[in-house]
């Protein structure tokens, strides 16, 4: 997100905090090292083909523990039913930007109050079930502010935005491994520039690191030692602003936020392409999610079924679930 939407969104969500009283990869070692290439020459957006199955990891949960067992079972042109909001016990009012873990019990996500934007956990019993009261993760305060928490899917790797120090541009994504407590992040100087990168998302089908940079999306792959350097999607890139990547699980087709369509606000999109290597075609409004405030997807479920979003249809900013049948 370029500074002037995340400015606008954290004064907002600071607003309304007052007046209310940032594995797919097991283990992110070595990926956080020196570019190596321009990120491949595949398709049109840059980032095709797979990667070294070492890389994956336990990248998607499946009933043997298998990639393909995860492959999606709902329709992705069927129509999500109406969100819902995501259910939390002694939850912060304002709560944005939430990804899970592959079994959807456990949710990471940003919350900015007086404090300043900070990222929090929370876990369930049962997909059925409210989260429990959410547990600080990774503090911050008005001067060291962190966006955009991806965890991945097995729960073991954090990635996120943050204003610290360290990395190369106002905002930039850092890495952190629950074997510390996810107290000690690194930053991802192969992805990070002088601009802003935010809303990480990874695809376990080629191990490739979806970026928001600067309002446009961009795409990293990695060669499974290290990432290269991130291409834009051009195939999805407008003078618009382009924000959050959310790819399903094989990487062919891809929701993310657009402001294209006149106006101001940011609303989300669909688009698909046949392989990896394919160019993704014409998006489209995901017009029974969208609402008429500000909406931003933030994860899909490895099945295809369910859409989280962070939305302001409510007043504030919340976490919210689209969900589909097969």
């Not at 607003?15 to 097991?26: D, E, F, H, N, S």
């Not at 492959?71 to 969100?83: G, M, Q, S």
């Not at 959410?134 to 991806?150: A, E, F, H, K, Q």
């Not at 834009?232 to 990487?251: C, G, K, M, R, Y």
Request: include cysteine.
């Amino acid at each position: 997100m370029g500074s002037a939407s995340r400015r606008r969104l954290v004064l907002l969500a600071l607003a309304l905090a007052v007046l209310a009283g940032c594995g797919l990869v097991t283990s992110f070692s070595g990926l956080a090292g020196s570019a190596t290439g321009d990120g491949g020459d595949g398709g049109a957006s840059g980032e095709a083909g797979a990667t070294d199955a070492t890389v994956l990891g336990d990248a998607a949960p499946s009933d043997d523990g298998s990639l393909d067992a995860a492959v999606a079972k709902c329709d992705r042109h069927k129509a999500f039913n109406p969100p819902t909001l995501v259910s939390m016990l002694n939850a912060p009012q304002v709560k944005s930007w939430g990804r899970l873990t592959g079994d959807e019990l456990t949710i990471y996500f940003q919350s900015s109050g007086n404090t300043g934007a900070q990222i929090f956990a929370s876990q369930r019993a049962s997909r059925m079930d409210a989260f429990g009261a959410p547990s600080l993760v990774i503090p911050g305060d008005n001067t060291n502010l962190n966006y955009d928490p991806m965890i991945s899917l097995d729960g073991l790797t954090l990635v996120f935005c943050s204003e610290r120090e360290g990395g190369l541009g106002a905002r930039d994504l850092f890495v952190a491994s629950k074997a510390t407590g996810f107290g000690v992040a690194t930053p991802l100087t192969v992805v990070n520039s002088s601009g802003d990168e935010a809303q990480p998302y990874f695809s376990p089908s080629n191990a490739a690191l979806w970026i928001g940079r600067d309002n446009d999306l961009v795409v990293a792959r990695s060669n499974g030692t290290t990432f290269m350097a991130p291409v834009p999607l051009v195939d999805l890139n407008t003078a618009s602003e382009e924000q959050f990547p959310v790819p399903s699980i094989d990487s062919t087709y891809i929701y993310f936020s657009s402001s294209r369509g006149g106006g101001s606000s940011n609303h989300i999109f669909f688009s698909e392409r046949p392989t990896v290597s394919s160019s993704f075609g014409t998006p489209t409004a995901v017009t029974e999610v969208n609402a008429s405030g500000e909406d931003f997807p933030t994860w899909l479920s490895p099945d295809g079924c369910r859409l989280y979003l962070t939305s302001s249809r409510g007043g504030a900013l919340d976490l919210w679930v689209a969900e589909r049948t097969p």
